[in-house]
């Protein structure tokens, strides 16, 4: 049982916007940022998203981060196939003193 | 070209011990605060622990707290990971992570290694 919750999978067609939820508590993604991983099939995770919304440089703006509370989401517009991956939220937690990820999103381009 | 290259996976036995490294190269290690994440064979990621740049700041996961020791040598621009009393559990690939910030307390992780496995069994 992962401290932050996502859906455990996600899918769309290319073209379309999918969003991807994190759900956490006050001690985490209410009083600190949250990031976004994208991990492909056989490779290591890599930075998406940093600081609740800002893109590294080399991401494209076609990937998006939001929070809200305790909430935090995920989106992507114009759908492609190479986006099929997994997809984790993580964030500081003040009342664990340590780091958590929520369990992943796999997301599926039909 | 920021680079990590993790080392000294294998296979030990329960209750066994084995020392993971991670050598940096491509950016001033001793600036940025480094972390150690696993994930198990078909699971999600896992946060294990991370260091300040200047290494005085340490954090660990509840299940790894007092069996296992991160530690870093910034004149090696190299982290470790001491693994003792290992379980079955522990079995994953590790992989070391580069924070952006200097501060222990980030999950924002920049730069990741390849991974090493850890494979726990009698």
């Known amino acids: 049982q992962s401290v932050l919750t996502q859906p455990p999978s996600a899918s769309g067609t290319p073209g379309q916007r999918v969003t991807i939820s994190c759900s956490g508590s006050s001690s985490n993604i209410g009083s600190n940022t949250v990031n976004w991983y994208q991990q492909l099939p056989g490779t290591a995770p890599k930075l998406l998203i940093h600081s609740n919304d800002q893109r590294p440089s080399g991401v494209p703006d076609r990937f998006s981060g939001s929070k809200s509370r305790t909430s935090a989401s995920l989106a992507i517009n114009g759908l492609q196939s190479e986006d099929e991956a997994d997809y984790y939220c993580?964030?500081?937690?003040?009342?664990?003193?340590?780091?958590?990820f929520g369990g992943g999103t796999k997301l599926t381009v039909l | 070209e920021v680079q990590l290259v993790e080392s000294g996976g294998g296979l030990v036995q329960p209750g066994g011990s084995l020392r993971l490294s991670c050598v940096a190269t491509?950016?001033?290690?001793?600036?940025?605060?480094m972390s150690w994440v696993r994930q198990a064979p078909g699971k999600g990621l896992e946060w294990v622990s991370v260091?300040?740049?200047?290494?005085?700041?340490?954090y660990y996961a509840d299940a790894v707290k007092g069996r296992f020791t991160i530690s870093r040598d910034n004149s090696k621009n190299t982290l470790f990971l001491q693994m003792n009393s290992l379980r079955a559990e522990d079995t994953a690939v590790y992989y070391c992570a580069k924070g952006r910030v200097a501060v222990g307390s980030t999950m924002s992780l920049d730069y990741w290694g390849q991974g090493t496995l850890v494979t726990v069994s009698s």
């Open positions: 993580a964030a500081w937690d003040d009342r664990l003193n340590g780091g958590v």
């Open positions: 260091i300040s740049g200047g290494g005085a700041s340490t």
């Open positions: 491509g950016f001033t290690f001793s600036s940025y605060a």
